[in-house]
């Protein structure tokens, strides 16, 4: 069946520092692609998304670039904030339902 | 987000009661979801619902069921909760069938079961 694995983290990263959570998928056909960010005590919220191969989604400075030949959609920043904390779930989208990666919890200190 | 407000926000109940948690959206989004979150389990799918009166399970639908009798509503219903379903409880809309359509989150409902 369709799935998703995303690094397991937690990630911890100093400020201005290069982010990468990678994130490769299994899926039958060529599924939408996105990310979700997750602030503490607040629900997910769409980070950016990618609807083909090739597409780069891209919001907030963070980036990911659909790669069919990889199976890829690896999420990157060039330099994370204090503020960027959170957790990030990587998805992939059919008609009607999401699949999940399980999560990876990024932590930016000063 | 999407105009999506769960309730209660927080629930403390005791092993054996019923417990229904409710979805309400404003964006006449046609699909509406009952994710639930636990450390190590990312999210799971509980039922999720393509129209009015129309559901489907997901992965984790054991000891939950689910009505939606009008589009803007989507209840949940834990029947007789039980400790393994202590969770954080999110609800989720998309619009249409779309693949490229995201869904909307709601800010969750944190359901203790003592």
């Known amino acids: 069946g369709n799935s998703v694995t995303q690094m397991e983290g937690p990630v911890t990263l100093s400020e201005e520092a290069f982010l990468t959570i990678n994130c490769t998928y299994t899926?039958?056909?060529?599924?939408?692609l996105f990310w979700y960010v997750q602030y503490p005590g607040e629900g997910l919220q769409l980070l950016l998304k990618?609807?083909?191969?090739?597409d780069k989604g891209s919001n907030k400075g963070f980036e990911a670039t659909y790669r069919k030949e990889t199976t890829s959609f690896h999420l990157e920043k060039g330099s994370v904030q204090v503020s960027d904390s959170a957790v990030y779930f990587c998805?992939?989208?059919?008609?009607?339902?999401?699949?999940f990666g399980k999560g990876t919890k990024l932590t930016v200190n000063p | 987000d999407a105009g999506i407000t769960q309730s209660p926000r927080h629930k403390v109940t005791e092993t054996g009661t019923p417990v229904t948690l409710r979805c309400h959206q404003t964006?006449?989004?046609?699909?509406m979801y009952w994710y639930r979150q636990d450390p190590g389990h990312g999210l799971r799918l509980i039922h999720y619902?393509?129209?009015?009166?129309?559901?489907d399970k997901g992965e984790v639908s054991d000891g939950y069921s689910v009505s939606r009798s009008k589009t803007e509503d989507f209840l949940l219903t834990l029947e007789s909760a039980t400790s393994s379903q202590t969770s954080v409880y999110f609800c989720?809309?998309?619009?249409?069938?779309?693949?490229?359509?995201?869904?909307?989150f709601g800010d969750g409902t944190r359901l203790s079961i003592l």
């Open positions: 964006e006449n989004h046609r699909y």
């Open positions: 619902s393509y129209g009015v009166k129309d559901t």
């Open positions: 998805a992939q989208g059919g008609s009607e339902k999401l699949v």
């Open positions: 899926a039958t056909g060529y599924p939408s």
């Open positions: 990618a609807t083909k191969a090739d």
């Open positions: 989720a809309t998309k619009g249409g069938s779309d693949s490229n359509q995201p869904q909307h």
